[in-house]
C-alpha cells in the first residue's frame, strides 16, 4: 500500500503560522487533517473532497484552510493564528471512492510561548 507523505510540522509560538503538505500517488475521494493531542482523542481538522467539499473542525475556529493541488493526490493545510490547543500529532487521512482508509505517519505540531 502506497504511504501518505507527510510535512511541516514544528514548533511555533501562538499566533504563529504552519503550513502542512500530504502528498500520495491516485485520486482518493476525500482528503483530512486529523490532530490528537496527548491524552486526546482524535479529532477531525479539515477535509475537502475531490468535487471540492470542505469541512472543518471545531478545532480549526476559522484559522485554518485546506486545498489540494492540481494532482489531486496532495492536499494542504494554512494553520494561522495557531494556540497551545492545536499542540498534538496531525495525521493525514485518504479515503478512495469504495471507502478504503489509508493514513499518514503524523506530524508533529508544537505550539509553545
Known amino acids: 500500500q502506497a504511504q501518505l507523505t507527510e510535512s511541516g510540522g514544528g514548533l511555533v509560538q501562538p499566533g504563529g503560522s504552519l503550513r502542512l503538505s500530504c502528498s500520495m500517488p491516485?485520486?482518493?475521494?476525500?482528503m483530512s487533517w486529523y490532530r490528537q493531542g496527548p491524552g486526546e482523542q482524535r479529532e477531525l481538522v479539515a477535509s475537502i473532497t475531490a468535487g471540492g467539499n470542505i469541512t472543518y473542525g471545531n478545532s480549526a475556529k476559522g484559522r485554518f484552510t485546506i486545498s489540494r493541488g492540481d494532482a489531486r493526490g496532495a492536499v494542504y493545510l494554512q494553520m494561522d493564528s495557531l494556540k497551545s490547543e492545536d499542540t498534538g500529532v496531525y495525521l493525514c487521512?485518504?479515503?478512495?471512492?469504495?471507502?478504503?482508509?489509508?493514513w499518514g505517519q503524523g506530524t508533529q505540531v508544537t505550539v509553545s510561548s
Open positions: 487521512k485518504a479515503e478512495s471512492f469504495s471507502g478504503q482508509e489509508r
Open positions: 491516485g485520486y482518493p475521494f476525500r
